[in-house]
T-cell receptor, first 112, second 113 residues
Framework: DGGITQSPKYLFRKEGQNVTLSCEQN?????MYWYRQDPGQGLRLIYY???????QKGDIAEGYSVSREKKESFPLTVTSAQKNPTAFYLC???????????FGEGSRLTVL | AQKVTQAQTEISVVEKEDVTLDCVYE???????LFWYKQPPSGELVFLIR??????QNEISGRYSWNFQKSTSSFNFTITASQVVDSAVYFC??????????FGAGTRLTVKP
């Protein structure tokens, strides 16, 4: 089935540890995105990539890093520099023609 | 930068009532795209509609309808005869076509039986 796969679905980590969230898509979309969702704040854009080997910071990129070495993959690393990493993280890819975003099921990160 | 405002944080209605979710946006571009997404309790966002800035025609899809008014920078969403299954968080979003879609804070709709 075509879609976006995020893993893991739930993740617990200790403070000070880096964490990498996986995002894979088989929709052949050029663009991919990472959003963070906190209660009452909607979705905030962390990073996005419109093409392989290129990515741009969103509104809240501090403390995060990404890579885009393959079209299908856009992993997000939550570094120890991120002060409030506990959140729900959503990955998406988009169809260039329609601009519609297709979302994964999300990864819930809890930092203890 | 573009901005989306959903002033209604939470709305509660009784089944079969009509309900309108408001969305106001800001952009300096003349070409942009507006979206509505639904987020059920499972967490995954579901696409509902896309509108480009040159198409102000209102759209109806079953019990759902959308009212796009450039004059007031609004893109409101109405659910007619609401059902319990409509309970979810609804997000309005704006893209200026450069790959950076921005979302509103969302409106949590609860439909009671």
């Amino acid at each position: 089935d075509g879609g976006i796969t995020q893993s893991p679905k739930y993740l617990f980590r200790k403070e000070g540890q880096n964490v990498t969230l996986s995002c894979e898509q088989n929709l052949n979309h050029d663009a991919m995105y990472w959003y963070r969702q906190d209660p009452g704040q909607g979705l905030r854009l962390i990073y996005y990539s419109q093409i392989v080997n290129d990515f741009q910071k969103g509104d809240i990129a501090e403390g995060y890093s990404v890579s885009r070495e393959k079209k299908e993959s856009f992993p997000l690393t939550v570094t120890s520099a991120q002060k409030n990493p506990t959140a729900f993280y959503l990955c998406a890819s988009s169809d260039t023609n329609t601009g519609e975003l297709f979302f994964g099921e999300g990864s819930r990160l809890t930092v203890l | 930068a573009q901005k989306v405002t959903q002033a209604q944080t939470e709305i509660s209605v009784v089944e079969k009532e009509d309900v309108t979710l408001d969305c106001v946006y800001e952009t300096r571009d003349t070409t942009y795209y507006l979206f509505w997404y639904k987020q059920p309790p499972s967490g995954e966002l579901v696409f509902l509609i896309r509108r480009n800035s040159f198409d102000e025609q209102n759209e109806i899809s079953g019990r759902y309808s959308w009212n796009f008014q450039k004059s007031t920078s609004s893109f409101n969403f109405t659910i007619t005869a609401s059902q319990v299954v409509d309970s979810a968080v609804y997000f309005c979003a704006l893209s200026e076509g450069r790959g950076d879609m921005r979302f509103g804070a969302g409106t949590r709709l609860t439909v009671k039986p």
